[in-house]
């Protein structure tokens, strides 16, 4: 990170004059829409991830002992097959003559523009990371006492009213973190954007790698990777004063 306050050679590399021009340029437009593009994707991920993560878990977290154990491995599955053939999978899904395409043709409803664009950037990274997502939400409420929802039943509030006033609240610092998992590494990432997003979509993951390896610009990608690690340490400050707090 010591690259930051130096200068970009003529061809590449680094030359040690001190300067403060990297992080000016932090604050161009051009850079700061891709910092809120991103910040838009990671939450919107983050989003659909807890709503789709929380219900998940809960049933799950009803579930018989024998079959909690195959619910979990269903969902950590995904995580024994490599990375990138699992993005690749989505791209034969998404594409023009892809499954989802194919199956939209039939019902006179397609083809539709399903790759290279954000809604393709976020279902990549929601299905990377749901696990993430599930597995802390599964853990607390997993760990809730069932005599706090019995007492709350027996009080005569609906199951609705339960889970608002009970359950909920218990299972805030599962919230936290399993939005903290997912938004993490939705921020940082690259491979996702990169071959789901095609050239319409870019984040500052992008952005990082193309500073040290196409523009070959080591001071401002430095930069660029030390905002990021300050952005992700912030929100870690901030998950665990909220956390503290509930």
């Known amino acids: 990170m010591s690259y930051t306050v130096f200068q970009r050679g003529r061809f590449g590399g680094v030359v040690y004059e001190f300067t403060t021009e990297n992080f000016a340029r932090l604050f161009d437009p051009l850079y700061m829409n891709v910092v809120v593009e991103t910040l838009k994707i990671s ?12 219900p998940t878990a809960y049933l799950i977290a009803q579930l018989p002992r024998k079959w909690k154990t195959v619910a979990l491995v269903a969902i950590v599955l995904p995580f024994w097959t490599n990375f990138i053939i699992r993005v690749y999978a ?7 003559p892809g499954l989802i395409n194919s199956g939209l043709k039939a019902l006179g409803l397609g083809p539709l523009e399903l790759l290279y664009n954000e ?13 993430l997502m599930v597995l802390p939400l599964y853990a607390t409420i997993e760990r809730l006492d069932p005599q706090l929802r019995e007492a709350s039943a027996n009080l005569g509030a609906s199951a609705f009213t339960t889970f608002r006033k009970v359950t909920l609240p218990l299972t805030v610092p599962g919230v936290l973190t399993g939005s903290l998992f997912v938004f993490v590494p939705s921020f940082g990432n690259f491979v996702i954007p990169e071959m789901l997003g095609g050239s319409k979509s870019i984040m500052v993951g992008n952005l990082i790698r193309r500073e040290f ?3 070959r610009d080591w001071p401002f990608g430095s930069t660029l990777a030390l905002a990021l690690i300050a952005v992700l340490l912030v929100l870690l400050v901030a998950q665990a004063w909220v956390a503290r707090r509930a």
Request: charged residues 0%; hydrophobic residues 60%.
């Open 90 to 96: 989505w791209i034969m899904l998404l594409n023009g």
């Open 119 to 131: 809604g393709a950037i976020v279902t990549g990274l929601v299905y990377s990371y749901l696990p």
């Open 43 to 54: 939450a919107v991920t983050t989003l659909i991830a807890l709503l789709v993560g929380y």
């Open 213 to 215: 390896l196409s523009a």
